[in-house]
C-alpha cells in the first residue's frame, strides 16, 4: 500500500477536484490519498466525488487556519 | 456503464470556455465521462493559442473588460485555459471537432490543436454521444 500526498492549499476550483481525481486514477486499490486543501467547496465536493465513485472517506480532518485534510482509500 | 456529461462549445467568449471546460473537469472528476463537440465560434478556441483568444460574453469592452477578468482571475488565482484543457485530456475527456464548421470557415486541420482531438465529425456524432448522457449542456 502506499500514500500519496496532494497539496492544493491556496487552489481554487475546479483544481482540488480534479487533482484528487488525477491522484485516485494513479493509485492502486488500497491506496491512500491525503488531501490537503483550503478551498471551502472542495471539502464538501471531494467527499460527494469519493461517494459517486464507491471510494471510501477514511478521515476529514478541519484545523484552524481555513485548511483541511481529506483521507481517501481506494 | 459509465455516466456521462455531453457538452455542445458553440460560443468561444472567454467566459463561456471557462464554463465549458471547468462542467467538464468536474463531470470528469466526479467519476463521469465527459465529451466536448467544439462548434462554431467554440471551434476557434481549438487553434493553436486559440483557447483563451474569444472576448467576454458581455462587458468585453473592446478588451478591456477581458484584461480586467483576467487579471482578476490570476489573483484569485484561477487556472489557465490551457491548464484545464491539459487536465481535461489527462482525465480522458473526449474532444469533437465540428467539421461543418471547418468547412464554412475554411479552417483546416494543421490549424487546430490536432493533439486534443479525439474525433472530427457532425451533428450525428453529437447525439450519437449525448443520447445515454445523463448530462448535456449547450454553451
Known sequence: MTETNI???GQTCPVPLVECRKAIRKAAPGDEIIILGTHPASKKEIPMACE???LEVV???EN????????IKK | MTDKAVIVAHSGDLDKIYSA?????GALSMGMDASIFFTFWGLQCLKKNGLDKGPLSRMNLLGLGKWMVKSRMKKANVVSLDKLM??????GGKVIACEMTMEIMGIKEE???SQWIDEYGAVGTYIMEAKDAKITLFI
Open chain 1, 7 to 9: 497539496d492544493v492549499r
Open chain 1, 52 to 54: 459517486a465513485m464507491g
Open chain 1, 59 to 61: 478521515e476529514v480532518d
Open chain 1, 64 to 71: 484552524t487556519d481555513k485548511e483541511w485534510k481529506i483521507r
Open chain 2, 21 to 25: 471546460l471547468i462542467v467538464a473537469n
Open chain 2, 86 to 91: 491539459e487536465d481535461y485530456k489527462e482525465l
Open chain 2, 111 to 113: 490549424e487546430l490543436n
